[in-house]
């Protein structure tokens, strides 16, 4: 909407985007709700469930070698030269979403998630923290409920392989491990979550975060990805670190189904020193 009402998409125009997956199938369902295709370009060592999801949506999926950002083949670089190659041929025919550092991200969090958790709580909410992906969900979160409340904390839960914790820790973005989420961390600041104030940043391993995914299927009948572990293990955290009384909110970002192949499979996870528990007669 945001970017209709600056005239960078018009009817019948194409939105393009460089992402992880989760993004692309919001996109890629708004798209058609109003008349728009996607293209999607996603790197190639994202799980196969989100790509059969996108295409099941008629989204133009195009896969490309797994990168780091500085390289000018990154997912999210090559997402940018198409759109500009399709706006070369016809002016103004697509959009590039730019999800890292287009702030109307940030901002529709503000307004709309960060009045959800304010309404939902009464106003009683003492702290807020998640992961960091493309940085909008966490900054605009805490922008609009900061607005309410300039005593709430901010928390970041960063898997380990993302440099964020350094950063906030240390000054220096700087990535240490790896884990088998999809989709948070980063080794930069973005346009969207520059300057966002952090009170409390955790690093989430996956040996915290993916038992607590097969937890919430058991206890409360959520079928969760690794995001919404890494979320829930920075809430858990970040509740102890404050004490008893308080109340700690996060965000449920993904769903277990998008990582079938990862999260349900005992080889797979037994590669990376995890394990499904007992119950999962998978």
């Known amino acids: 909407r945001d970017a209709e009402r600056q005239g960078l998409l018009r009817p019948g125009g194409t939105i393009v985007e460089g992402t992880a997956g989760n993004t692309g199938i919001g996109l890629t369902v708004v798209g058609n709700a109003l008349g728009y295709p996607t293209v999607i370009v996603m790197p190639d060592n994202q799980s196969q469930d989100k790509v059969d999801t996108l295409r099941a ?36 025919c697509a959009l590039w979403a730019n999800q890292f550092d287009n702030v109307a991200n940030r ?12 309404r939902q709580t009464d106003g009683q909410v003492d702290a807020f923290i998640c992961a960091v992906g493309t940085g909008g969900t966490l900054a605009g979160t805490a922008r609009g409920l ?3 409340n300039a005593d709430i904390s901010i928390g970041l839960a960063d898997p380990t392989g993302s440099a964020l914790y350094n950063y906030f820790t240390t000054g220096e973005l700087k990535a ?4 088998i989420s999809e989709g948070i961390g980063t080794s ?9 104030p952090v009170d409390l940043p955790l690093q989430i391993a996956d040996t915290e975060a993916i038992p607590l995914v097969y937890e919430l299927i058991r206890q409360e009948g959520l079928c969760l990805g690794s995001s919404s572990g890494v979320n829930v293990a920075g809430a858990v955290r970040m509740a102890h670190e404050l ?3 308080h109340v700690i909110t ?24 995890l394990a499904l528990p007992d119950w999962l007669t998978l």
Request: hydrophobic content about 35%; some cysteine; proline content about 4%.
């Open 146 to 148: 900061r607005a309410h």
């Open 243 to 245: 004490g008893r009384g």
């Open 188 to 196: 930069r600041i973005t346009a969207n979550f520059a300057d966002t």
């Open 57 to 92: 949506y008629g989204a133009d999926v195009r896969l490309v070698p797994a990168c780091p950002f500085k390289d000018p083949g990154h997912f999210v670089h090559q997402s940018r030269r198409i759109a500009e190659a399709l706006n070369a041929d016809d002016p103004g």
């Open 107 to 118: 901002d529709f969090h503000q307004v709309t998630t960060a009045a959800e958790i304010w």
């Open 250 to 273: 996060t965000v449920l970002c993904d769903s277990g189904l998008r990582y079938r192949a990862r999260l349900f499979n005992r080889e797979f996870l037994a590669s990376k020193g």
């Open 176 to 179: 240490e491990g790896g884990s």
